[in-house]
């Protein structure tokens, strides 16, 4: 009988969670489970290369949501391709080990382009007036066209920001259910985003936060029936992970205001007279992600490096200041990483803001921008839908990730059904991938 591996990529599930999910309770109730020790930093690019690799930020390259190129002075956020992730990925794997086993990658932030034989991920038409044109990218290609006359395009502006609910994540699933009839993978990774948006913006444990819980559990309950149907008599074997836990915060950091503040970050005005980072001038700014951030400093230089230290050790919010050596022990040293690694007390995160005047920020700045952002900007989500306008107040979210802690660590989950090895009460999140593999039989490895 064939067998077919499915993994769901939930990030913010935590094990309380699965109270206010009956049907997903239900369904995995008959396979085991194990709580995830996840690495730093815990944020969806580098989790999803790290589940995919069995590797750390420091080999496989996905040090953050984005990244500043150095030689370009250009910062990217959100829109590397899979040649960025510097190690061989799951799919990858699979097809050295054995000839026929195909893999599909449902919306990994990664995976264009990337060794998955089907892949589905958004790919919007950015147009010269600045609007945006719905689109997905596919492999194969024309596969959007078919998925477009079946489910409509896929709702992008549910993906992220004041608009996102569970419409993108139930599309994800039934496109994903399209691609399981059509073309019978025999690994399937689903990446589904649903539980990012309450608990980011109300808190974990908010009501809010809770009714997305039981509004993903349906969403779920229609796709354990749809892939079964799709795979037939297929032998079906079932992995959830948390990509990371979700933490209620009550404070917020301003790193680039500081370097500001000491004369490190210089700012250069745009065509409004709004104020800009001066990249190349600039003797230390900060790409910010979540809970923890980069600081690249001009040429490296050591007594900048110093002086940034010394400017964060006792900077309130801030739990850590790794530079030079000390980033090895969260495996962030790589050349693409900030030569000074500032991370959040678990209760606090980290804002890209570096205007002291609100009137004299980017435009983008009250827009929801994921692209010209030098950092990642939650406060999209708080957007007045009437003006369009992003308030500037970073104090109004309420829950981060990407600090690891003994506490969200004993909160994650990852649950299997249908699976033959045995779990260990605490799987490392660099064992993921060689697990996976080791469910797919050796006498299929080769065929």
Not at 311 to 331: C, D
Not at 338 to 353: C, F, H, K, R, T
Not at 377 to 382: I, R, T
């Amino acid at each position: 009988m064939s067998i077919k591996l499915l993994m769901l990529s939930v990030p913010g599930l935590r094990q309380a969670d699965l109270l206010h999910m009956p049907e997903t309770s239900r369904y995995f109730s008959t396979g085991t489970s194990c709580q995830i020790r996840h690495s730093f930093p815990s944020v969806t690019w580098p989790a999803q290369a790290t589940m995919l690799t069995g590797k750390l930020p420091n080999e496989h390259g996905v040090i953050a949501n984005g990244f500043f190129w150095r030689d370009s002075q250009q910062v990217e956020m959100w829109t590397a391709p899979n040649k960025v992730i510097e190690q061989p990925q799951i799919w990858d794997l699979l097809h050295q080990r054995g000839k026929g086993l195909q893999s599909a990658a449902w919306f990994p932030m990664l995976s264009k382009k990337s060794g998955a034989d089907y892949v589905v991920m958004p790919a919007p038409i950015h147009k010269p007036d600045g609007s945006e044109e719905l689109w997905c990218y596919t492999k194969p290609q024309e596969f959007y066209g078919e998925l477009l006359g079946e489910f409509g395009h896929f709702p992008l502006q549910h993906f992220w920001g004041p608009l996102a609910n569970i419409k993108s994540t139930d599309w994800i699933c039934q496109s994903a259910v399209a691609a399981a009839k059509k073309f019978q993978p025999d690994f399937f990774y689903i990446y589904l985003p649903h539980l990012d948006y309450a608990a980011q913006k109300f808190g974990p444990d908010s009501p809010q936060a809770i009714n997305a819980l039981l509004e993903l559990d349906r969403v779920l309950a229609a796709l354990f029936a749809g892939m079964q149907t799709a795979f037939g008599a297929c032998e079906l074997k079932w992995v959830m992970a948390s990509e990371y836990v979700i933490s209620a915060v009550d404070h917020v950091a301003f790193p680039n205001r500081m370097l500001r503040e000491t004369g490190l970050l210089d700012v250069q005005f745009d065509a409004d007279g709004r104020e800009l980072i001066d990249f190349e001038k600039s003797r230390a700014w900060a790409l910010v992600d979540h809970q923890f951030s980069h600081v690249f400093v001009k040429h490296a230089d050591p007594q900048t490096i110093k002086k940034v230290t010394e400017i964060f050790r006792n900077a309130k919010g801030i739990g850590s200041v790794l530079s030079g050596e000390s980033r090895k022990s969260v495996s962030m040293d790589h050349g693409r990483s900030g030569d000074v690694i500032l991370i959040s007390e678990p209760n606090s995160w980290q804002a890209y803001y570096w205007w002291l005047d609100d009137a004299l920020a980017p435009k983008f700045a009250r827009t929801v921008d994921i692209h010209r952002k030098p950092g990642y900007d939650p406060v999209e989500l708080f957007v007045d839908m009437a003006t369009k306008s992003i308030p500037l107040d970073a104090t109004l979210v309420r829950g981060s990730h990407g600090v690891v802690t003994e506490s969200t660590i004993s909160q994650t989950i990852f649950a299997t059904r249908g699976c033959s090895q045995e779990l260990p009460a605490l799987l490392d999140d660099t064992k993921i991938c060689e697990w996976i593999l080791g469910e797919f039989p050796a006498t299929k490895l080769g065929a």
